[in-house]
Nanobody
Framework: VQLVESGGGSVQVGGSLRLSCVAS????????MGWFRQIPDREREGVAG???????SYADSMKGRVTISQDKSRNELYLQMNSLKPEDTAMYYC????????????????WGQGTQVTVS
């Protein structure tokens, strides 16, 4: 599967953004999907994950401010981000791990190119 993110940009503190990830080459129903971010000089970290059955998980860093969702009919993944803070400034990545592999942050192996989010 190939992943292409969009929806990043510059936003004011307290604002919202909705990131999108379009998948091609395979159906996202065969994968556990997730969003990660990488802040400069820090390791990439998981933000939110969603399994094929729709169950979701969130990292503490953005829990309560983000919602992950997917539209299998469109083969798309989304991340709604609210109440954004300057420390949320990062490159955000869409990622996937095939079903059959545990849906854990460290197992994600397929990555998009990223979309930059800047909060100021």
């Amino acid at each position: 599967v190939q992943l292409v993110e969009s929806g990043g940009g510059s936003v004011q503190v307290g604002g919202s953004l909705r990131l999108s990830c379009v998948a091609s080459g395979d159906t996202i129903g065969r994968y556990c999907m997730g969003w990660f971010r990488q802040i400069p000089d820090r390791e990439r970290e998981g933000v939110a994950g969603i399994e094929s059955d729709g169950s979701t998980s969130y990292a503490d860093s953005m829990k309560g401010r983000v919602t992950i969702s997917q539209d299998k009919s469109r083969n798309e993944l989304y991340l709604q981000m609210n109440s954004l803070k300057p420390e949320d400034t990062a490159m955000y990545y869409c990622a996937a791990v095939p079903l059959g592999t545990l849906c854990r942050w460290e197992n994600f192996s397929i990555w998009g190119q990223g979309t930059q989010v800047t909060v100021s």
